[in-house]
């Protein structure tokens, strides 16, 4: 992947993607505003949210070893994965093991963080994904661009086609009449999966919690492709971020009222299954679990990142980023997309190794939305600032960028005001030289503040500025020589007005 | 404190503040120490590079009542990450420094506010304004509606609401140039939302993010003028701020 | 070393190495007792007020669930009522007879093991409850007597559900909190808030995508 200026830079050409993208953020968003104003204690519950996940943080050691024995004592097999490939390896065993050749699968982020599809499909084995959207990125061999609602990006019509030219290559195909009423299209999906829910032996989700006093793991969703996947086959494999757990039962509380009302703007999505081990005569009857790491203790091990761990992939975030609605998340590169996208990959995967993943924590205007409705409260502008500072000092041993050069030469500037004064009078000449070359002076209309003349288009690197935005001519004198030559200003005619 | 981009670049805003105090019968200094807040090497990430600069702060604006800013973003940075830059210098005096000068920072309004309590400054501005309410002001700071108060008190101002105004501008500092074309993707919405309100005037309290703006209102010869928030305040009968150049 | 003792190694020493800072801001913290945290009213609390019934009434419907509330001499015809024209009714062991009403010609099926295509040969199933949450509208199975295993509920298109008034409570803390104290909480739970549905198409909402289309609540009063 492209670093996301480049990567944005097609996604800002494309005015299709623009409209569904903003369509898409903005009904979120303001489903999401009118559920979380009918709550009084809002602000409290957040607060809640983000104290129970750092108590249990900063013991995660102990509540992993409690709901590995939880799950245990409830008839669930334990596994732990250090990384992506050890994950994938359990699973695909788990497949071979029971001689299949698919999988069906909840939406879940971690299986997509570890690319568990091509790994699987690199043994033979097709998972088959579920989720309407992410059915639609799939079957349009797309990547998904949002957490929530990965096909965001496309809109009905473009969905209809995916689906008549697709269907067929993985199953039942498509009614040939299909038009694009999201009610047709859903139907749609619901015949080309429902064959493959009846016959799946064996199934693959995440879990959105995972209660380390009982051992019960916990799906949150809309459709009922999850119960299908949780309760239909004999063997499920869930793999689980060790982020995920909750120490108590009680904690859902809190959780089950911050997570709908965030992410899909609900009182309460459709359906939530929770399940605990093996229950005999009721759903599967082989449970495997997959505690994976893959670089969440690194962020465990980072004070100031360590928040994002609270992150419960409601994906509010995303619907009120202006950098994300106007790029989408394809831009980014990951299958964390948006704010939390630009502090979390950086974190799990490290800086310094890789230009794209070092371009995340600078996507970001620093405009603050993400922190002020994160469910619980991650302040994600602060943790995109001290990953910014990690990216400088990663590469402070090479070669000085042009930007490195620029931000040491201002830091001298600035730790002297006598050097200060003495810029600042240079570039009250150089004011008189640029418009001088350029006759600048004489541009009409410009609007800029203070009222005066414009430079229009710089050379080099200044074009990142003046390809769409005119920049004034510095003031032929600048404050500090004013305040000197009028004594303070107590005699404003000696410096006159610039 | 004026900051750097005023001192060098917006001359008139600090002129503005300088008159707008005194008329509210504050004693203003402009210690000639001060150069900038550190916000541009913070934020890009070269805490090292902004330890000087912050420990030039603190140093010039020591014995001092208050500091006075016409920059919620650069209020933002003094009282959200100096401490950050304090930390990293490794010195305890800096730490210190920061800690006794962080907190008596204010953004203009909240000193107008809050500290002065008026939100009548007796000011004239026989113009039509729409105000876009800068991000850190607003959620860093959280200034709230003090702007507002002060520009509904200004005589013969005629205030329009901007819509969408809680969205950003796009400047953020040096992600204007890192990634340029979504800052101008995000600037196009906010001025076209300007454009829309037929105000004459689009006022912010923050210069870097009328840098953005004016330049592209400049470029689409868009006609509208941006200004600061205390060159109105400012703004009197006897003495009118010049609108159009 | 396993990965297992090197994962646990590695949260050990990240819990070593970094000291967690305070969080920000304390606000007073969220009470557990659902008047302060919950956006009810205090009409709404202590089971099953009647506003705690008109509350949840309302809820299930704004999800276009089908909702009617009966005495209990009136659930067998309620239930016959939602169930519509369905040919095949899965009940579950423990469904009260008195409870049951089928359609006319309606042939009762029974649950000795169904597998997953004979269960979608099924047109609807009726189930009890065990709670009802009046804020968000939610139905609570924790898939006890009456309730059936979790795929009877889910494979069959229409799905009545009957929920006693008493069994309603007013948020989720209080629902959570009996679970909880019941000890429910490991047995296997579906949650469900209105039918299955989609958003996933332009975000415009459509009912019914792999649960049951239908969902037909019925409140005994």
Avoid at chain 1, 40 to 54: F, H, M, N, P, S
Avoid at chain 1, 69 to 88: K, Y
Avoid at chain 1, 176 to 197: I, S, Y
Avoid at chain 3, 93 to 99: Q, R
Wanted: proline share 6%.
């Amino acid at each position: 992947m492209p670093p996301f200026p480049q990567a944005a830079h097609t996604a800002l050409a494309d005015t299709q993607l623009r409209s569904n993208l903003r369509h898409a953020t903005h009904t979120i968003r303001d489903k999401r505003q009118r559920v979380v104003d009918e709550v009084d204690q809002w602000e409290a519950l957040r607060t809640k949210g983000a104290q129970v996940k750092d108590d249990m943080l900063a013991h995660l050691d102990e509540h992993l070893l409690t709901l590995e024995a939880s799950l245990t004592a409830r008839g669930a097999i334990v596994h732990w994965a250090r990384d992506a490939a050890e994950a994938c390896a359990i699973v695909a065993q788990v497949a071979t093991d029971h001689g299949v050749d698919e999988v069906v699968k909840v939406k879940s982020m971690a299986t997509q963080e570890i690319e568990l599809n091509e790994a699987l499909a690199a043994q033979g084995i097709a998972a088959w994904e579920t989720d309407l959207a992410e059915l639609i990125v799939q079957l349009g061999d797309d990547l998904p661009s949002h957490i929530l609602v990965p096909a965001i990006h496309r809109n009905r019509s473009e969905i209809r086609q995916i689906f008549l030219d697709h269907m067929a290559g993985s199953g039942r195909p498509a009614p040939a009449d299909l038009t694009d009423e999201p009610r047709e299209l859903a139907g749609a999906a619901r015949l080309h999966l429902r064959e493959k829910f009846l016959r799946a032996k064996v199934a693959v989700s995440g879990a959105n919690f995972a209660v380390a006093e009982t051992g019960t793991l916990v799906v949150v969703e809309s459709e009922g492709n999850g119960r299908m996947c949780l309760t239909l086959p004999e063997v499920l494999i869930s793999v689980v971020g060790i982020e995920k757990v909750l120490p108590r039962f009680a904690d859902l509380d809190t959780f089950l009222q911050l997570l709908p009302r965030s992410s899909t703007g609900e009182r309460m999505n459709p359906y939530t299954s929770m399940w605990s081990g093996i229950t005999p005569g009721d759903g599967p009857q082989e449970v495997h679990v997959v505690l994976l790491d893959n670089g969440r203790t690194n962020v465990l091990a980072d004070e100031v990142g360590r928040q994002a761990l609270r992150c419960i992939r409601c994906s509010a975030c995303l619907n009120v980023c202006p950098v994300y609605e106007r790029t989408g998340g394809h831009a980014y590169g990951s299958v964390y997309p948006g704010p939390i996208g630009a502090i979390l990959v950086p974190l799990l995967k490290g800086v310094g190794h890789d230009a794209q993943v070092d371009s995340l924590p600078y996507a970001s205007s620093l405009c603050g939305r993400c922190y002020e409705v994160c469910p619980v409260k991650i302040d994600i502008p602060e943790v995109l600032v001290h990953l910014r500072a990690e990216v400088v000092d990663a590469h402070r041993d090479g070669w000085p960028t042009g930007m490195d050069l620029a931000m040491r030469a201002t830091s001298v500037l600035f730790a002297d005001p006598g050097r200060m004064s003495l810029a600042v009078k240079a570039s009250g000449v150089a004011n008189r030289v640029v418009a001088g070359l350029t006759g600048l002076p004489g541009v009409h209309g410009r609007s800029l503040p203070g009222g005066r003349a414009a430079i229009g288009r710089l050379p080099g690197p200044g074009a990142a500025w003046s390809d769409a935005r005119d920049l004034p001519v510095p003031p032929r004198t600048s404050f500090r020589t004013w305040w000197t030559q009028t004594h303070g200003g107590r005699d404003e005619t000696a410096g006159g007005r610039s | 404190m004026l900051t750097c981009i005023n001192d060098t670049m917006f001359p008139e805003t600090g002129k503005a503040v300088v008159r707008l105090l005194r008329r509210l019968g504050v004693d203003v200094d402009f210690p000639p120490g001060q150069t900038c807040c550190g916000q541009p090497m913070v934020n890009t990430g070269y805490l090292d590079e902004a330890v000087p600069v912050v420990r030039q702060f603190t140093s010039a604006f020591e014995g001092y009542d208050a500091v006075v800013v016409p920059s919620g973003s650069c209020v933002g940075c003094v009282r959200h990450q100096h401490g950050l830059v304090a930390r990293r210098s490794g010195d305890p005096a800096l730490v210190d420094a920061v800690a006794a000068t962080s907190p008596k920072t204010y953004e203009l309004t909240e000193f107008l506010v809050d500290v002065l309590g008026v939100t009548d400054v007796g000011a004239t501005f026989a113009h039509t304004v729409t105000y876009h309410p800068t991000c850190h002001s607003l959620r860093m700071l959280g200034v709230g509606d003090r702007p507002l108060q002060l520009l509904q008190q200004v005589r013969r101002l005629r205030l329009v609401e901007l819509p969408a105004a809680e969205e950003c501008c796009g400047f953020g500092g040096t992600f204007a140039l890192k990634n340029a074309e979504t800052s101008v993707a995000m600037g196009s919405d906010k001025v076209r939302h300007a454009r829309g309100t037929g105000a004459e005037v689009l006022v912010a309290s923050d210069n870097s993010c009328l840098l953005h703006l004016g330049g592209m209102l400049s470029r689409e010869q868009a006609g509208m003028r941006v200004m600061h928030l205390a060159e109105i305040l400012a703004s009197t009968q006897d003495q009118p701020a010049v609108v159009g150049s | 070393m396993t990965a297992r003792d090197d994962v646990l190694a590695r949260v050990r020493s990240a819990l070593h190495t970094a000291t967690p800072r305070p969080l920000v801001a304390p606000d007073q913290p969220a009470s557990r007792s659902p008047e302060t945290v919950s956006g009810t009213s205090d009409a709404t609390r202590g089971g099953a007020t009647s506003g705690l019934v008109d509350l949840f009434e309302e809820r299930v419907a704004d999800y276009r669930a089908v909702v009617v509330r009966c005495t209990e001499a009136e659930v067998a015809d309620a239930v016959r009522h939602g169930l519509a024209d369905s040919g095949t009714v899965v009940v579950p062991d423990g469904f009260p007879d008195d409870l049951l009403g089928l359609p006319t010609g309606a042939r009762r099926v029974t649950d000795d093991g169904l597998d997953a295509h004979a269960l979608d040969a099924v047109d609807a199933v009726v189930t009890l409850a065990t709670v009802g949450i009046a804020e968000t509208g939610t139905i609570i199975l924790d898939h006890g007597t009456g309730q059936g295993r979790r795929a009877l509920s889910l494979v069959p298109d229409r799905h009545v559900c009957v929920v006693r008034a008493d069994q309603v409570v007013a948020d989720v803390p209080e629902a959570v909190t009996l679970l909880d104290r019941s000890g429910a909480a490991t047995r296997p739970m579906t949650w469900i808030s209105g039918p299955s549905a989609t958003s996933d198409i332009e975000l415009d909402r459509v009912e019914g995508v792999h649960g049951p289309r239908t969902l037909h609540v019925v409140i005994v009063v």
